[in-house]
């Protein structure tokens, strides 16, 4: 998939927006954050335990890495590399 054309982050009201040419994928940091998809998170999911992200849980930084992006929140948690494609089906 093709990364988008361009990449908004609204630290208040706190939404991550991604456009692509035929399409757009506004996001909530809260459900990004939910919605982790590093091997630790994606774990605890998969054995049952809701990880509940904070409402207030906010994206600080978007670190490019090519086939996605890595998403650094305002709660530490940096281990999530997000591929384009879970983006746009997150959205």
């Known amino acids: 998939m093709n990364s988008p054309s361009a990449i908004r982050n609204q630290r ?8 692509w040419a035929e399409t757009e994928a506004v996001i909530s940091h809260a459900r990004l954050r939910g919605a982790c998809p590093c091997s630790q ?4 999911r998969l054995q ?3 990880s509940v992200a904070s409402a207030d ?3 600080e930084r978007v670190v490019a890495q090519g086939y996605g992006v890595q998403l650094v929140f305002s709660d530490g948690h940096e281990r ?4 384009w494609a879970y983006l746009r089906d997150l959205g």
């Open 48 to 50: 049952g335990r809701v």
């Open 41 to 44: 998170c994606r774990a605890a």
């Open 57 to 59: 849980v906010r994206v």
């Open 12 to 19: 208040e009201p706190g939404l991550l927006t991604l456009q």
């Open 80 to 83: 999530g590399i997000y591929p």
